[in-house]
């Protein structure tokens, strides 16, 4: 039903950058209901950082944390999840978002992107060579399916007020 869907979890989708958590923490205050990070959940439970995380377990590891951490806050009482980008990448981590929760894709160009993974490069991902370059093909891969989610927002260079905005006037 539609009140269902209403109470679902309300889940950020989107490349490193696009500001799923910032905006999603605003989000939430704005919404009186509680935030959660699932880059920061998989970091308290293994008490490594994700970059560390990386480097002694590898991508595929962390992926399976990662869904498993994600099935987990989807079973909680309503609030605002912000993914890692490559989380709904993953098709069952994707399977699970779409079947339990209100996925919304913030969705930013490469420019505004890159400016952003620059301020702190800590992202593993992007260490492996040209930044630019591996932004610009993880955007090619992945765009499409982040296309997938429930709704789309625009999270432009602006003010994060008026992200947050826009997508409170599309739940
Ligand atoms: C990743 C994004 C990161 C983090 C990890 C992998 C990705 O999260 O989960 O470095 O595959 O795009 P953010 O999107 O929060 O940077």
């Not at 039903?1 to 950058?17: A, Q, T």
């Not at 590891?61 to 909680?76: D, H, M, P, Q, S």
């Not at 400016?115 to 800590?122: E, Y």
């Amino acid at each position: 039903s539609v009140n269902e869907y209403e109470n679902r979890p309300i889940v950020l989708v989107g490349l490193m950058g696009a500001g799923k958590s910032s905006i999603g923490r605003r989000l939430a205050t704005q919404l009186g209901l509680p935030f959660k990070d699932a880059d920061t959940e998989i970091e308290a439970a293994s008490n490594l950082s994700v970059s560390e995380f990386f480097n002694l377990h590898g991508e595929a590891a962390f992926r399976e944390g990662e869904r498993k951490v994600i099935a987990r806050l989807l079973k909680e009482p309503r609030h605002v999840l912000a993914t890692g980008g490559g989380a709904f990448m993953d098709p069952r981590t994707r399977a699970l978002i779409s079947k339990k929760g209100c996925s919304i894709w913030l969705r930013a160009e490469l420019d505004v992107i890159y400016k952003r993974c620059m301020k702190r490069n800590n992202r593993p991902l992007l260490k492996t060579g040209n930044p630019k370059t591996i932004l610009k093909n993880l955007m090619e891969a992945r765009y499409p399916v982040y296309a997938e989610a429930d709704i789309t927002v625009d999270s432009g260079d602006g003010p994060h007020e008026i992200v947050v905005d826009k997508i409170i006037a599309a739940l």
